[in-house]
């Protein structure tokens, strides 16, 4: 008797992806990178790196800002998206949650969480115990169902948008610097809440972060960019232990990082000059 296979096709699986803006801006330049199967995986790099425009190719949503996929290519659960529009992708279950946390400001909470259903057939009771799931995971927006998301606080408009998101039962969510801009205890609370959504309901997520703390801390793989190329891969314990990881993304002073003290001046030595 043969043991079971385990589908171990990757979620989503960039190979070798180049994209370039206006024909002319080449933002990735030879992407590679996994999300396997219920994991959380990090996409690291400062501005300007690449990690948007990554999330954005992964999700068919750079045709938007005049960028395409010049080479290379990306496949959601096995099959390369080519064709595939943004909204046949969430339908699928590929959502994105945008940088900057788009609500509708002059809409109510419980009216954006709504807005999550578009892609999906949902009856009304469908759509009820899709809102009602958001606000048992998000307990905070159930008290301010009724007011307008663009009178919420930061924190409450990034749990808005990801609630958002859920309602529409996403598979793999891509995640674009949820923390940006929050102060470092509501970011405790919203990795500590993807941590729960990942570990309780098996959502995947690829989180392209700036703040690689708190998205070290919640991932179990971590991929770093750099002006459009991957220069770091691997688990995150082990991408988060790494002496040009520490010193560069975690603020950490290293040994090799601290440069040797200029030697003191000798009694009656003059300091120089500035
Ligand atoms: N809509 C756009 N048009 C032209 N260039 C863009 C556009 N979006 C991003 N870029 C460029 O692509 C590169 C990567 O940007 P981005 O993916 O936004 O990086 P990150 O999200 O890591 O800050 C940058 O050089 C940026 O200026
Ligand atoms: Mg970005």
Do not use: W
């Not at 933002?27 to 690449?50: D, K, Y």
């Not at 005049?66 to 339908?91: D, K, M």
């Amino acid at each position: 008797m043969t043991a079971p296979v385990r589908d171990e096709t990757p979620l989503l699986a960039l190979d070798r992806v180049e994209v370039v803006y206006d024909g002319i801006v080449v933002a990735l330049r030879g992407v590679s990178l996994v999300v396997p199967p219920r994991s959380i995986v990090a996409l690291l790099g400062s501005n300007g790196a690449g990690k948007s425009t990554t999330l954005k190719a992964a999700s068919g949503l750079l045709a938007a800002e005049r960028g395409e996929v010049r080479a290379g290519t990306v496949a959601f659960r096995g099959s390369p998206i080519g064709a595939r529009s943004p909204l046949a992708l969430v339908r699928e279950g590929l959502v994105q949650v945008l940088e900057g946390r788009h609500c509708f400001p002059h809409l109510t909470v419980e009216e954006n969480l709504a807005t999550g259903v578009f892609a999906r057939k949902a009856s009304r009771a469908d759509l009820r115990e899709s809102i009602e799931r958001t606000y048992m995971r998000f307990p905070g927006l159930r008290d301010r169902r009724r007011s307008l998301a663009g009178l919420l606080s930061g924190g409450e408009q990034q749990m808005l948008a990801i609630g958002r998101a859920l309602v529409g039962k996403p598979t793999l969510v891509l995640l674009d610097e949820p923390s940006m801009g929050l102060a470092p205890k509501i970011v405790e609370t919203i990795f500590a809440l993807l941590r729960d959504l990942h570990e309780e309901d098996g959502i995947s997520f690829l989180l392209a972060e700036q703040n690689a703390a708190a998205a070290l801390a919640v991932a179990d793989f971590a991929y770093v960019l750099e002006t459009g190329r991957v220069v770091i891969q691997g688990a995150a314990s082990e991408v988060r232990a790494r002496d040009d990881v520490r010193q560069l993304y975690l603020g950490v002073r290293t040994r090799e990082s601290r440069a040797p003290r200029p030697p003191a001046p000798a009694e009656g030595e003059s300091l120089p000059r500035c």
